[in-house]
């Protein structure tokens, strides 16, 4: 998965693809019991989204000379984590949505209940594929673990999560609105990258410019995240849209004005590319990758 010369279009589908039929095998079938619990869990999961965490884990990995196999359980570990954060998010105790991925919110097909049950399910697989599948040695796997839970939990996506619900109606500044989105979208981002790279063998100096690159790549898709909540279609983006400005919740869009953020889009952009400089060939996915999340049109 890491040949350089195929397309960046041919790679993407190849790792998606690859993402897809890790996570099939993965997640629990129903035939086995509690067989409603383990459909909706497959609903939540399979046949949508753009799997941008499991790319950015592969990207990383294919420059730290990973393992596949190693990095199938990494970028289905982290894509688990996501999915849960959006079976919960769209919850009428949060964002109350009713649509994610062109169908239905799990909430809306599955009830509330299982919607929550869904949620704790696929959290606790993330870490039985991390803590059980990721061929790495024992204490790389246990760092890895530990980097996982940080990512996802009240010092990361559930802290800034936290951070965003209770910042509803009020006015953010640029600092405050990082500081939330470092915590809420880009510590998972982050810790995909992180992930990756530890399945393979990266010098500490790498490593940081690695960790930097994903600490833009994750500031950068909230930036654009909001832009397009602001100009594209409920269609397009197969969630609705203007959700944000509808709730009254602080946005990059809010804050700075629309081409404002587009340039601020286009900074970390910079920023990230410029943390790959020293890798040269090596780094071409994930460079890739950040234009990809630049120019993304939903």
């Known amino acids: 998965m890491s040949d350089h010369t195929s397309t960046f279009a041919d790679w993407v589908a190849a790792i998606q693809l690859r993402t897809e039929g890790a996570l099939e095998r993965f997640l ?12 909706a869990m497959r609903y ?49 105790c949060m964002d109350d949505d009713v649509l ?10 599955y009830g509330e ?10 959290q606790s697989l993330a870490f039985l594929l991390l803590s059980g599948h990721c061929d790495v040695p024992a204490d790389t796997r246990a760092d890895m673990v ?24 009020a006015v953010l500044g640029i600092e405050e609105l990082e500081f939330m989105h470092i915590h809420k979208t880009g510590a998972l ?12 063998q990266l010098e500490l100096d790498a490593r940081a410019r690695l960790d930097h690159y994903a600490a833009t790549v994750g500031l950068l898709f909230q930036v654009v995240d909001d832009v397009l909540d602001c100009e594209a279609s409920t269609e397009a983006l197969g969630k609705t849209a203007g ?56």
């Open 28 to 39: 629990p079938p129903t035939a086995l019991a509690p067989a409603r619990l383990h459909e």
């Open 44 to 92: 939540a999961v399979l046949g949508g989204g753009k799997r941008v965490r499991p790319l950015l884990c592969h990207g990383a990995g294919a420059l730290s000379g990973a393992s596949p196999a190693a990095l199938d359980a990494a970028a289905c570990a982290v894509e688990l984590i996501h999915a849960y954060s959006l079976v919960h998010d769209d919850m009428p």
């Open 100 to 109: 994610r991925r062109g169908k239905p919110t799990v909430h809306v097909q």
């Open 113 to 122: 209940a299982m919607a929550l049950l869904v949620g704790d399910s696929l």
């Open 146 to 169: 530990g980097q996982l839970a940080v990512a996802s939990g009240s010092r990361g996506m559930a802290g800034g999560q936290a951070i965003d619900l209770a910042s509803v109606g």
């Open 189 to 200: 981002i982050r810790c995909a990258v992180r992930l990756g790279a530890a399945c393979g």
């Open 243 to 298: 959700k944000d400005a509808a709730a009254n919740k602080p946005t990059y869009v809010s804050t700075l004005g629309l081409a404002r953020a587009r340039e601020r889009a286009c900074e970390l952009h910079a920023e990230a590319i410029d943390s790959l400089s020293p890798f040269g060939d090596q780094a071409r996915r994930l460079r890739e990758l950040a234009d990809f999340v630049l120019t993304r049109k939903h």
